[in-house]
Each structure stands twice: as C-alpha cells, then as structure tokens.
C-alpha cells in the first residue's frame, strides 16, 4: 500500500484547479498589463481570482496581493511592517519560538539591522496566550506576527483574541496562515488581522503561488521593484494560470471545509490513539486546539530520520518536522519551544491528512509503525539504557 500523509509538506493539486491550471494557459495567454483584448480578457481573470479569495477572507479584493508562496508573503509583510515601524521610530516586533522559518529567519534578519525582537515561549500543549501577547507589547512594538496554526504540530492559536488587543494597542498584526488556510473559518475584519500569508499548494493549489492580505490603509512596501504589477507593490508579469489555479482550489477547499474536516478528523483521531498505544509515546501539541488532519508524535529512544526511511520502504510517506528542516540533523525547533528534550524531540513522527486519505489508509499505518518502532528501539543504545534503568523515561 502507499499512503502520502505529508500534507503540511505540499497537497496534491486538486482536479478542478488542475484543470483552472491548463484552460487559463490555453484560453488566457495574454499579459493582464497590455491594453489589447488578449491583455484585458486576462485582466479580467486577474481579477476574478482576486475577488474569489477576498470574499472567502472576508476582504476586499484590493487588500489582496499575489505573491509566488507563503514564504514571500511572510517576508514582505513582515518586512513592510518593521519599515513603518522604524520611520515612527517602532523598532520593536513580538512574535513566537515556533513560527515557520520564513517567518523567523526575516526577524533574524531584522535583529541585525537593530529591531529589537521577542520572540514568545510556547506552552507545552503548543498554544500561546493572548495574555503572553498584551504583556510582550511595549510603546516601541511596530508588529506582531503569530501564525494562525502550526506547521509541525498543527496547534490552532487564539487568533481573534490576539487581534482584538493588536488592534486596541495600535500595532500591526500579521499572522502565516498558510498551514490554517481553508481548515478554518478567516475572517480577516472580525479577527482585527492587518496582514495574512496564504500558500497554494498547501490546499491543493499549484505550487509557486500565494497571497498576501494586507489591510486597505498600510502601505505595503514592494520587495521586488520593476513594473506596476499587484497596485505596484509585487513587479513581475503575474503567474496567471497559478493564480486562477490557486482561487480555484481555495474557493473548492472553503466550500468543502465542513465536511473535509469532520472526515479527517475522524482519521486523525483514530491514528492518534492507534499510533498512542506504543509504549513510551506521546502527543505533541494540543488535542483539541488542532487542525483537523495533524498527528505529531514522539517515540522515545528512537532516531525520526530512520523511522522515516523505513517507513517509506514500506510505502508510508510522512516526515519527522517541517521538510524545510529536514535534512538537517537539529531536532525540530517547534518541538524543543513546547519543552521535548533534544533526545524526545529527535524522534517525532508526523503524519498530515487530507480528505484523500481513507480509513484503510489509517489501519495500514496504524499496523505498520508499532513494528518499525520496536526495530528500531531493539537496535537503539539509549532505549538499552532506558530499559536497564540507566536513563530515565520522560514520556
Ligand atoms: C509551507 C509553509 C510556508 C512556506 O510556504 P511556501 O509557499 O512553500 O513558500 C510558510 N509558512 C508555513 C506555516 C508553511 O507551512
């Protein structure tokens, strides 16, 4: 059997934005910037795909901006913001330990060029409390950035909470919803979110394109300068055929949430508690603050990077993290903010499901692991040490 449960990773891309895909490059070849009808016929596409992901934001189509994925959205956003903060003399961002890389990588950037940056603990159960938010921000916070739902552990964050006191302190807010996109409800006026990262090929989109939402009235500075493309804000002739592919799954994965959810939450649950009755094994992240379709689960004295190996010899695809970090041998930064130790965190597992999963699928897995573990602990120099008593178990 071969299961793909590495949908935090990339989804599949979906028929019907397949099929958007292939008609706009074969009915709409013209550039949306020419005057001539073959320019205006894929302006006029441009703008379809732009009121389709507004309304199911909750924006207008003039906050929205295309952009080439999630990782561009994170940095010009979160760059735009510090650039306002620093002519007002704000130097100051509040964000997480557990954000994406995009996310992280920009601020350390920002450190650099003398931002001041607080980057939040994250508790056990991978949340953070609006609390935490309201005390973090001082008079010199330009920003806050949190992501809407993470990427490893799949925690769902207080969004609307975090909003509400962003927007009665007078800062920015941002958050990477990419993970969060067409899993749950967006609203981004009720949720009081400034800015707003999304990424195709995370709902069954096309890969290489994205959106960034930003609030009518902040001015967005442009990363990449050249023609008057995205209100002269993103240059570049538009990836036309992405664009109309990406509003095409968005619009089908928001109207199908409902229903997708309760499906892989049922498979969700039944993994979680299948894979849980491996001894010394534990849950990452809250239970019930958690995307529909994330399993993330520590093993102890066991190394993730094998147990993925073996795992996709027996045709389980799934990964140890973010694939953006693996490959390289420090445990998870996600896991270590929820408090693993490193030797904990070096053997996590996660499994992301999407409605294309099936129940057969969940058995299979839930059959296959329990046996690739115990090889692999048989094999294990720390699990020898921790059956003799010589280390202690933690979880
Ligand atoms: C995948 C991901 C990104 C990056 O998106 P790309 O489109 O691959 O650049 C950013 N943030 C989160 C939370 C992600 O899961």
Not at 28 to 48: D, F, K
Not at 106 to 132: C, M, R, S, W, Y
Not at 184 to 208: T, W
Request: net charge negative; with cysteine.
């Amino acid at each position: 059997m071969k299961v793909y449960a590495d949908n935090a990773a990339t989804t599949k891309i979906s028929p019907a934005a397949l099929r958007a895909v292939i008609s706009t490059y074969e009915n709409y070849s013209g550039n949306p910037s020419s005057l001539h009808t073959s320019g205006q016929l894929a302006a006029e596409q441009l703008l379809t795909a732009r009121q389709k992901i507004a309304a199911r934001l909750g924006a207008e189509a003039k906050e929205i901006y295309f952009t080439s994925g999630g990782s561009e959205s994170d940095n010009q956003a979160i760059i735009s913001a510090a650039l306002l903060g620093a002519k007002r003399g704000k130097k100051h961002i509040v964000s997480t330990a557990f954000e994406h890389h995009a996310v992280l990588h920009t601020l350390q950037k920002l450190e650099k060029d003398g931002f001041e940056i607080t980057l939040l603990d994250v508790h056990e159960n991978g949340l953070v409390t609006p609390e935490q938010v309201a005390n973090a921000i001082t008079g010199d916070t330009c920003l806050v950035t949190i992501m809407f739902a993470n990427n490893e552990i799949g925690t769902i964050q207080p969004i609307t909470e975090i909003g509400e006191i962003c927007s009665s302190r007078g800062v920015l807010f941002h958050t990477d919803a990419v993970q969060a996109a067409a899993h749950v409800d967006i609203d981004v006026k009720k949720m009081h979110i400034d800015m707003l990262s999304l990424s195709a090929h995370k709902f069954h989109g096309p890969k290489g394109a994205g959106v960034l939402y930003c609030r009518q009235g902040i001015a967005l500075q442009s990363l990449i300068e050249g023609g008057a493309q995205e209100r002269a804000k993103r240059a570049g002739t538009e990836n036309l055929p992405a664009i109309v592919g990406m509003a095409a799954a968005f619009d089908e994965e928001c109207a199908n949430m409902r229903q997708n959810n309760e499906k892989v939450a049922a498979m969700r649950n039944r993994l979680i508690d299948g894979l849980c009755e491996i001894p010394h094994s534990a849950l990452n992240g809250d239970r019930q603050s958690r995307l529909s379709g994330n399993v993330n689960i520590c093993f102890e004295g066991i190394e993730g990077e094998s147990l993925l190996l073996l795992l996709d010899s027996k045709g389980i695809e799934a990964s140890s993290g973010s694939a953006c970090t693996s490959g390289s041998l420090d445990p998870s930064h996600v896991l270590l903010a929820i408090g693993r130790p490193h030797e904990v965190a070096h053997g996590s597992l996660r499994l992301t499901l999407s409605a294309e999963n099936t129940p057969a699928e969940i058995e299979y897995i839930i059959k296959t692991v329990p046996g690739v573990v115990n090889y692999l602990r048989n094999m294990s120099p720390m699990w020898e040490k921790l059956e003799k008593g010589e280390m202690q178990h933690v979880i």
